[in-house]
């Protein structure tokens, strides 16, 4: 589902936000079955131009009103269709941002440093490591570009930082403008590398509000901003990632196979955000009739379970068992499905 809100800008650097749908589908306007909804706002540049808006991709909450709309299948064919706009073909690559004043999962780096992403030792690291030639992931090898190429079944978790330099805390409300301000003080620092086909994921503490709707319309989104780099203006990926177990009855699925409340919940969201920004990584690539992208129509949608670590899981990705949500299918008739073939 879209929500679009205004790009914003502060002195050189303008921001643009593409909010990904990325729990399960809320709506804060009514869906419509021929568009998504819609939340417009207005604004201007500081220099009085031109009126400009931000699209954000949300994953919605769980038993949102939207979420039987996300899984209809709708539009024909195989539910699902191309629009023309980028997708990451060859690789998609993570970057871990944990910005907060301590570690946020256990295991995971200390806070102010930065490094290979081989070196985050926390279960989302972990994840993150090995999600990429999953029989999982490989669900979006059933998606291509304009060429007709399909995507290929790699994840490269590059980098991580964890930011201690102003970490939000407690309930504090973070807005896009703040995290591609952040984001630019990384690419500044040499704390992060600049790439045009990685995810930056922006993970933050306890319940700061990371966009301003979390707990309450949406557990996650993917996005974009712009950023300069070498003083020439570059689009960035992002998702907004906050600490999903703050709002476990909204935003979690209850289940800890590995034992770590907050990284099993967090993976969830995550590899939603992941796969969305894959195959649709400005909002004019993959998308069904109604707005929703492929993980979308998934939403909180786990397929058969299995026992593990006093709790259930549904994938094996590495050596470990995970509860994450099952994806759509471009093929045939399409569906949800946790692999493919």
């Not at 604004?43 to 769980?62: F, P």
């Not at 023309?84 to 910005?99: D, E, H, Q």
């Not at 929703?292 to 590495?318: I, L, M, Q, R």
Request: charged letters at 10%; glycine letters at 12%; proline letters at 4%.
């Amino acid at each position: 589902m879209r929500l679009i809100t205004p790009i914003f800008c502060v002195g050189a650097l303008a921001f643009v936000a593409a909010c990904a749908s990325d729990a399960v589908p809320t709506a804060p306007v009514t869906v419509t079955p021929a568009s998504p909804s819609f939340d417009r706002r207005e604004s201007s540049d500081d220099d009085g131009s031109a009126i400009a808006t931000q699209e954000r991709r949300v994953h919605e909450l769980r038993n949102s009103p939207g979420l039987a709309g996300s899984k209809a299948r709708t539009g024909g064919g195989t539910g699902i269709s191309y629009h023309g706009g980028s997708v990451l073909t060859n690789a998609t690559n993570v970057a871990a941002v944990y910005w907060a004043a301590s570690t946020i999962y256990s295991g995971g780096p200390a806070a102010g440093t930065s490094g290979a992403g081989s070196a985050d030792g926390s279960l989302v690291g972990y994840f993150m490591s090995h999600i990429g030639g999953s029989s999982y992931f490989n669900i979006n090898s059933s998606y291509t570009n304009g060429s007709g190429a399909p995507i290929a079944n790699v994840v490269n978790y590059t980098q991580y930082w964890a930011n201690s330099t102003s970490a939000p805390s407690g309930t504090q409300s973070v807005s896009d403008a703040q995290m591609i301000a952040m984001l630019q003080s990384g690419f500044n620092s040499g704390a992060l590398t600049y790439d045009p086909n990685t995810l930056y994921a922006i993970f933050t503490a306890g319940a700061v509000n990371l966009g301003g709707g979390f707990g309450t319309q949406y557990c996650a989104y993917h996005t974009h901003g712009t950023v300069k780099i070498n003083n020439v203006s570059k689009t960035v990926l992002y998702a907004a990632m906050p600490y999903n177990a703050a709002h476990a009855s909204a935003c979690s699925a209850g289940a800890a196979p590995n034992g770590d409340v907050g990284a099993d919940a967090e993976v969830n969201t995550l590899v939603h955000e992941i796969e969305e920004t894959t195959t649709d990584m400005l909002g004019n690539a993959w998308f069904d009739n109604r707005g929703y992208e492929n993980a979308d129509k998934c939403a909180w949608n786990f397929g058969t379970t299995f026992p593990a670590g006093g709790s259930v899981a549904n994938v094996v990705v590495g050596t470990k068992n995970f509860l994450v949500q099952q994806n759509w299918v471009n093929a045939g008739s399409g569906g949800c499905a946790l692999k493919w073939p």
